[in-house]
């Protein structure tokens, strides 16, 4: 009886503080949706309270007085292509690193780790004037190519690790057989790391979506703008022109997408990234 009570004060004394803090977290985005719903003269009159009617004419302000419409297509687009260049840049490289015994591997391993300390904030400088000599700034392709570049060092550590569980004999068998090494990395090792792959490819596809700074930095023209930069643009202006019920929109417009890809692989994340940590 004592070890039940002592069990059910431990759980509820651990609970609690999880269920006030998740609170914390999601009143605000609560807070936010029904905003979006909302007039500009009903956010004044009861900003706490619920929408009076569900008004959708703040979605529409955003989507074409705002090119929200344009900003979201062009964080697709850098999405899409930053994510898949980061795969075709990394998978060769993490099977290099941990299957190819060459002088140095251990030190190009060791060198990606550490370009994970280093805060990209460092190198906006350089690559702002490298984009510049190549004509890829204010380009969402040279911005894609950044966002890929950037998230190399956490791809490959995380593929390395998932692709060591992947047992040698295999790969002995398949080139017994006369296949090559290239076709040994697509044929086998690829769809055998399939989990992890799927897993990095979803934390670096959110981590391009909301990305902010980098796109401040080298985008320049309103037409090539991302999500980020449109909703920052929506809130200077909502200062003056009381938009707030347009930039509850945009931002709901936002993160909806981020939030249905976690819902419905957060179960693969999970699994992908316990499965990474245990080396075989």
Avoid at 137 to 149: E, H, Q, R, W
Avoid at 201 to 220: P, R, S, V
Avoid at 250 to 263: H, K, N, R
């Amino acid at each position: 009886m004592k070890k039940s009570v002592g069990q059910i004060l431990g759980r509820t004394g651990i609970r609690i503080p999880l269920i006030l803090w998740s609170i914390a977290v999601l009143y605000p985005i609560f807070w936010m949706f029904l905003g979006s719903f909302k007039s500009n003269a009903e956010i004044y009159r009861n900003p706490w309270g619920l929408p009076e009617t569900f008004n959708w004419q703040n979605f529409a302000d955003a989507w074409t007085n705002y090119n929200i419409d344009t900003s979201v297509f062009n964080s697709l687009i850098v999405t899409v292509v930053g994510a898949a260049l980061t795969l075709v840049l990394a998978i060769p490289t993490a099977y290099a690193i941990e299957r190819i015994n060459f002088k140095g591997s251990k030190f190009l391993f060791t060198l990606y780790v550490s370009a994970m300390m280093i805060p990209m904030v460092l190198g906006w400088i350089p690559l702002f004037f490298l984009l510049m000599d190549f004509g890829l700034l204010d380009n969402i392709f040279g911005l894609a190519i950044v966002y890929a570049v950037s998230q190399l060092p956490f791809t490959i550590f995380v593929l390395t690790s998932f692709m060591s569980t992947i047992p040698k004999s295999l790969e002995e068998s398949a080139s017994m057989d006369g296949m090559s090494p290239y076709r040994i990395l697509w044929k086998i090792i690829t769809p055998l790391s399939m989990s992890g792959i799927i897993t990095v490819t979803i934390m670096n596809a959110i981590q391009f979506w909301n990305e902010y700074f980098m796109a401040l930095i080298f985008l320049q023209t309103e037409g090539n703008y991302t999500l980020a930069l449109a909703i920052d643009y929506i809130s200077s202006e909502a200062q003056y022109t009381n938009a707030w019920g347009t930039l509850f929109a945009s931002l709901v417009i936002a993160i909806v997408p981020v939030i249905i890809l976690y819902a419905i692989f957060q179960q693969r994340i999970a699994k992908g990234m316990t499965e990474g940590a245990i080396k075989g």
